[in-house]
């Protein structure tokens, strides 16, 4: 039954080579419901087969029957009759068999469960994104291998333990991008776990290759050789085993071990995860901050309140409240600002949309060796919605005008993202810097003067932006918006808004971007020539601040 299951799955990633990737969970949502029937399809094709298997198991026995007394001697095909029954049993008879042989069911089954959700049915490169997303997760978070594979984050069970065989293919896909680290980590896992399966799901001799090989690679030579070893004793035609053998002990003389040394004094497993000066780099921090664990300033943060926002009229009626979350440069957090019906007419708008942002080579549509590396933005899906599709996107530009006092006119569309297992981004600008002369030049509108992003979703855990320089860390609440300006007062970038988006570790997020424009905004925010005036909240233009006072007027 197993075999049969895998079986069909592969080949329906074979069908599927042309199709888009994707990550969405909305998708993985959608599989759950076809993977479900999956049990049942493979009953009722079973079913038909023995139909068709008895069928022949008949036709075998008549075929005998009527053809008995032409087997008792050579020459009974020497009677014209005979030779007659005899042709036309190999003919007719023959294609007839060969017919019933040939009429499995398979293809007509196999299109029944792909033709049902053709579109979202996961490839290769899928399940190499999924595990690339959970190294990364492990990586950012710092999960334990043994722990994750157990099914805990965090002391959670969020699942069943992991066989043998799913850390292999973990360790597998951590292989092909040459990423030794994880390989080692991986495969000793798997190696951990076959000792306690029976039947094991993976062969010892198949995770030692690999894990032999990234053994080697991160440094640790006499267990490469001790490894490869126990490879050759249990497989002792393997055809690699003894030429690595070889090669390990050329490696430990060159290093200068005595032969007699070669399987002693081995040194404690190193393996160090390959970024270059992680200590000294953003990396570092960034995952500091999606973590959690760089302490926020007490005397920063006692300065920190709430207002109502009621500068124009409308707000009179209907406040909007709002968190100030950090100052200079400022963001704040606008409380329950979107409800959960305009969030779910946003998110079924732009669900046909979605497409992937990133990971894809557009010229070659693979996967790129490696690009969980050096990508910036992966595992992230989105869409663009214009305010004509629907009234719901155009109330949301309209309050948009009410929340930042700015020009929405030469604002872009409105941006939705859904972040996949792993999904993140990468510390980066919204802003175009000085050097990126074209980023915005079709617009004919600036540079993007302010950031809002709508969180329509909240993660259960991870998923935090994070300003990299500032060192502050914005948990996605839902309903709730994040505002930002990207650009001092004299128009110049401000450097300190690098932010990033931390990887979802469990659940969903769906955010909403809207980048607002330097055009239109001379008087909603005139230029500044100082460096040094900044807003202390919402579109400060100047009046006292409504920490002791009503923000009602910008004057
Ligand atoms: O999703 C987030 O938390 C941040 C996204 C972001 O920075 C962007 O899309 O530019
Ligand atoms: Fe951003």
């Given at each position: 039954?197993?075999i049969?299951?895998?079986?069909?799955?592969?080949?329906?990633?074979?069908?599927?080579?042309?199709?888009?990737?994707?990550?969405?969970?909305?998708?993985?949502?959608?599989?759950?419901?076809?993977?479900?029937?999956?049990?049942?399809?493979?009953?009722?094709?079973?079913?038909?087969?023995n139909?068709?298997?008895?069928?022949?198991?008949n036709?075998?026995?008549?075929?005998?029957?009527?053809?008995?007394?032409?087997?008792?001697?050579?020459?009974?095909?020497?009677?014209?009759?005979?030779?007659?029954?005899?042709?036309?049993?190999?003919?007719?008879?023959?294609?007839?068999?060969?017919?019933?042989?040939?009429?499995?069911?398979?293809?007509?089954?196999?299109?029944?469960?792909?033709?049902s959700?053709?579109?979202?049915?996961?490839?290769?490169?899928?399940?190499?994104?999924?595990?690339?997303?959970?190294?990364?997760?492990?990586?950012?978070?710092?999960?334990?291998?043994?722990?994750?594979?157990?099914?805990?984050?965090?002391?959670?069970k969020?699942?069943?333990?992991?066989?043998?065989?799913?850390?292999?293919?973990?360790?597998?896909?951590?292989?092909?991008?040459?990423?030794?680290?994880?390989?080692?980590?991986?495969?000793?896992?798997?190696?951990?776990?076959?000792?306690?399966?029976?039947?094991?799901?993976?062969?010892?001799?198949?995770?030692?290759?690999?894990?032999a090989?990234?053994?080697?690679?991160?440094?640790?030579?006499?267990?490469?050789?001790?490894?490869?070893?126990?490879?050759?004793?249990?497989?002792?035609?393997?055809?690699?085993?003894?030429?690595n053998?070889?090669?390990?002990?050329?490696?430990?003389?060159?290093?200068?071990?005595?032969?007699?040394?070669?399987r002693?004094?081995?040194?404690?497993?190193?393996n160090?995860?390959?970024?270059?000066?992680?200590?000294?780099?953003e990396?570092?921090?960034?995952?500091?901050?999606?973590?959690?664990?760089?302490?926020?300033?007490?005397?920063?943060?006692?300065?920190?309140?709430?207002?109502?926002?009621?500068?124009?009229?409308y707000?009179?009626?209907?406040?909007?409240?709002?968190?100030?979350?950090?100052?200079?440069?400022?963001a704040?957090?606008?409380?329950?600002?979107?409800?959960?019906?305009?969030?779910?007419?946003?998110?079924?708008?732009?669900?046909?949309?979605?497409?992937r942002?990133?990971?894809?080579?557009s010229?070659?549509?693979?996967?790129?060796?490696?690009?969980?590396?050096?990508?910036?933005?992966?595992?992230?899906?989105?869409a663009?919605?214009?305010?004509t599709?629907?009234e719901?996107?155009e109330?949301?530009?309209?309050?948009?005008?009410?929340?930042?006092?700015?020009?929405?006119?030469?604002?872009?569309?409105?941006?939705?993202?859904?972040?996949?297992?792993?999904?993140?981004?990468?510390?980066?600008?919204?802003?175009?810097?000085k050097?990126?002369?074209?980023?915005?030049?079709?617009?004919?509108?600036?540079?993007?003067?302010?950031?809002?992003?709508?969180?329509?979703?909240?993660p259960?855990?991870?998923?935090?932006t994070?300003?990299?320089?500032?060192?502050?860390?914005?948990?996605?609440?839902?309903?709730?918006?994040?505002?930002?300006?990207?650009?001092?007062?004299?128009?110049?970038?401000?450097?300190?808004?690098?932010?990033?988006?931390?990887?979802?570790?469990?659940?969903?997020k769906?955010?909403?971007?809207?980048?607002?424009?330097?055009?239109?905004?001379?008087?909603?925010?005139?230029?500044?020539?100082?460096?040094?005036?900044?807003?202390?909240?919402?579109?400060?233009?100047?009046?006292?601040?409504?920490?002791?006072?009503?923000?009602?007027?910008?004057?």
């Amino acid at each position: 039954m197993r075999i049969i299951y895998w079986s069909i799955i592969g080949f329906i990633y074979i069908l599927q080579v042309n199709g888009d990737l994707f990550t969405s969970i909305a998708d993985l949502q959608r599989l759950l419901v076809v993977e479900k029937n999956i049990p049942e399809l493979i009953n009722s094709y079973i079913a038909t087969e023995n139909d068709r298997l008895a069928e022949l198991k008949n036709f075998v026995v008549k075929y005998k029957d009527n053809n008995d007394d032409l087997h008792k001697n050579m020459n009974v095909v020497t009677n014209p009759i005979n030779a007659f029954r005899m042709i036309k049993r190999l003919t007719n008879a023959w294609k007839e068999l060969e017919e019933k042989m040939r009429n499995d069911h398979a293809e007509e089954f196999i299109n029944n469960v792909t033709n049902s959700d053709m579109n979202v049915f996961p490839k290769d490169e899928d399940l190499a994104g999924a595990a690339i997303g959970i190294l990364r997760l492990q990586d950012t978070y710092r999960l334990d291998t043994h722990e994750l594979a157990n099914g805990y984050v965090r002391e959670n069970k969020i699942s069943r333990p992991l066989s043998a065989h799913d850390c292999f293919e973990i360790g597998r896909m951590a292989y092909n991008v040459e990423d030794y680290y994880h390989t080692l980590l991986w495969m000793g896992e798997a190696l951990e776990r076959i000792k306690k399966e029976d039947p094991a799901t993976a062969a010892e001799s198949d995770i030692l290759e690999y894990y032999a090989f990234a053994l080697y690679k991160q440094d640790n030579v006499k267990r490469a050789l001790l490894a490869t070893e126990r490879l050759n004793e249990i497989h002792p035609t393997h055809s690699r085993a003894k030429g690595n053998i070889k090669w390990y002990e050329d490696q430990l003389a060159a290093e200068g071990v005595k032969r007699s040394e070669f399987r002693k004094k081995v040194p404690p497993l190193s393996n160090i995860r390959p970024v270059d000066n992680f200590e000294s780099t953003e990396r570092s921090v960034y995952e500091a901050l999606c973590r959690k664990e760089i302490p926020v300033s007490i005397k920063e943060t006692s300065k920190l309140y709430c207002y109502y926002k009621m500068d124009r009229p409308y707000l009179r009626y209907a406040p909007f409240k709002i968190e100030i979350l950090r100052f200079n440069p400022l963001a704040v957090l606008f409380k329950s600002v979107i409800s959960d019906k305009e969030v779910e007419t946003i998110q079924s708008l732009a669900k046909p949309k979605l497409a992937r942002a990133t990971v894809q080579n557009s010229e070659t549509g693979q996967l790129e060796t490696a690009s969980y590396r050096i990508s910036k933005k992966e595992f992230i899906l989105s869409a663009w919605l214009k305010a004509t599709e629907d009234e719901v996107v155009e109330r949301v530009n309209r309050r948009l005008e009410l929340m930042t006092n700015l020009e929405m006119e030469t604002a872009e569309e409105l941006q939705i993202a859904n972040y996949g297992i792993g999904g993140h981004y990468d510390p980066h600008f919204d802003f175009a810097r000085k050097e990126e002369t074209k980023a915005f030049s079709d617009l004919g509108t600036g540079n993007r003067i302010a950031t809002v992003l709508f969180y329509m979703t909240q993660p259960e855990m991870g998923g935090g932006t994070v300003f990299t320089e500032l060192k502050t860390t914005v948990m996605p609440s839902k309903n709730d918006a994040l505002f930002w300006y990207n650009l001092y007062r004299s128009g110049e970038g401000d450097m300190r808004t690098r932010h990033a988006a931390c990887p979802v570790l469990l659940g969903v997020k769906w955010v909403s971007n809207k980048w607002i424009h330097e055009a239109g905004q001379e008087f909603r925010r005139p230029c500044g020539l100082k460096l040094s005036t900044y807003e202390r909240y919402v579109g400060d233009l100047g009046g006292p601040e409504p920490r002791y006072n009503l923000n009602l007027s910008p004057y």
